[in-house]
């Protein structure tokens, strides 16, 4: 029997969202904890907090850059309908609440915590994402392109306060995080297309063309941020190593689900299946990388 809808019938999909929700918010409250077990690094003040946070911030930028770029790919047809919008919203709002969450945990007041390099990056963001929902509002939508480029400079430029080469870190963080919306959030989109349009193969072969390039962009800035960043002898002992260690393996099976889905569509198969595990697993890969910019860097820990 066949079940209504791709992911089943409509309780299945509830439930399937709601050990989705629970999963991530265990990994985003615990995980940092987890991974500092027994690696003598001191604590994250509010690690879940700010893990939970980041996350948003990074989707909502994933959802939004995706979108843009999945309107071009879609073609001509019906389209799904925008979350740019509230998914802005969510974003600004997660940034502000990071520039709150900063003042809270260093005891000191928000108006000083607005002079402080980390606290303006966020103000930043969180003004970026707020504009950003206002372009997705218009005729226009194209134009929010603008802001969320200031977005990821800003996350960019917040990742790396280190004092060593801090331009070439700046730079493989820009391409790695457009390039992680662009798979993610473009995939989300093209998904929800060949839903409406009830198949429309065409779209999702657009799509992997560009994907490709994409994983190339991905694959060559995160290795040659690890080699930066993280000592070899700090692979199991620290909390950063360990979390890498998760980020890694989930990508490698992204790839696989990325290269089954592609085999499909060449022998004109359905590839919607792996597609959309594909999405899922790349959400973990989200989840993950938000833990990672949580935990301790490795660079000031290790000799």
């Not at 629970?22 to 003598?40: E, I, M, P, R, W």
């Not at 609440?97 to 108006?111: D, E, N, Q």
């Not at 929010?144 to 996350?155: D, N, Q, R």
């Not at 331009?167 to 989109?189: N, P, Q, R």
Request: hydrophobic content about 55%; overall charge positive.
């Amino acid at each position: 029997m066949t079940l209504p809808g791709p992911f089943g019938t409509p309780t299945r999909r509830l439930t399937a969202a709601v050990i989705a929700a629970v999963a991530v918010l265990t990994v985003a409250l615990l995980g940092a904890s987890l991974a500092q077990t027994g690696t003598g690094e001191l604590q994250i003040p509010a690690a879940g907090t700010t893990t939970l946070l980041r996350l948003l911030v990074v989707a909502a930028l994933a959802v939004q850059i995706g979108e843009i770029v999945g309107v071009r790919i879609a073609g001509e047809g019906p389209l799904p309908r925008r979350w740019s919008v509230p998914a802005a919203a969510v974003g600004c709002a997660a940034s502000a609440g990071l520039l709150v969450l900063l003042a809270v945990i260093s005891g000191l007041k928000l108006s000083t915590v607005y002079g402080l390099r980390e606290g303006r990056l966020f103000l930043v963001t969180a003004n970026a994402l707020a504009l950003a929902a206002v372009c997705a509002a218009t005729r226009r939508p194209a134009l929010a392109l603008g802001p969320l480029a200031a977005a990821v400079v800003a996350e960019a430029l917040r990742a790396h306060p280190e004092a060593y080469t801090p331009a070439i870190g700046v730079t493989l963080t820009v391409v790695h995080l457009t390039a992680a919306s662009l798979w993610f959030g473009t995939l989300l989109y093209v998904l929800r297309t060949m839903r409406l349009r009830g198949g429309a193969r065409d779209v999702l072969m657009r799509y992997a063309k560009m994907a490709a390039w994409v994983f190339a962009a991905l694959a060559v800035t995160g290795t040659c941020s690890t080699l930066r960043r993280l000592p070899l002898d700090g692979v199991f002992t620290t909390a950063y190593g360990r979390v890498l260690l998760v980020k890694l393996a989930l990508f490698g099976l992204t790839a696989l689900l990325a290269l089954t889905a592609r085999r499909r569509m060449l022998r004109g198969e359905d590839a919607q299946p792996p597609a959309r595990i594909e999405l899922s697993v790349l959400a973990a890969v989200m989840v993950v990388s938000a833990l990672l910019t949580v935990v301790p860097d490795p660079h000031w820990l290790l000799p």
